[in-house]
C-alpha cells in the first residue's frame, strides 16, 4: 500500500522540476507578446507619460523608446514561449516592467 502510494509522489516530483517553470514561461511569454502586439497596433502614447520615466529612460526619443518596448515584448515573448535565452529575455522583461510600474 505504500509503495502505491508512493510511486505516484515521485513521479510527481520529478516532474516538479521542469513542469512549474515551463508553465510560467509559457504564461509571460504569453502575455508579453500580446501586449508587444498591443503596442504594434496602437498609437504612441509614450509621449503622454515621457516626463514621469526615470534616468536614463528618460533621455531617449520617445519614438525609440516605443519601438524598443514593442519590439522587444514580442520577441521576448516568443523566444520565453520557445525557451530560447530565457535567463536573458527574463531579466530583460523584468527590467522594461519595473520602468513600466515607474512611468
Do not use: C, H
Not at 25 to 52: A, C, H, I, P, T
Amino acid at each position: 500500500m505504500r509503495t502505491a502510494l508512493l510511486k505516484p509522489l515521485a513521479l510527481l516530483d520529478a516532474t516538479g522540476g521542469w513542469l512549474a517553470p515551463l508553465g510560467l514561461r509559457l504564461l509571460l511569454g504569453w502575455e508579453f507578446f500580446e501586449s508587444g502586439l498591443m503596442k504594434y497596433q496602437g498609437e504612441n502614447w509614450f509621449d503622454e507619460v515621457r516626463s514621469r520615466f526615470f534616468f536614463p529612460f528618460d533621455m531617449l526619443p520617445t519614438a525609440w523608446s516605443w519601438q524598443m518596448a514593442t519590439w522587444f515584448e514580442i520577441v521576448g515573448g516568443i523566444a520565453l514561449v520557445l525557451g530560447l535565452g530565457t535567463r536573458f529575455f527574463a531579466a530583460s522583461l523584468a527590467v522594461l516592467t519595473v520602468v513600466a510600474i515607474g512611468a
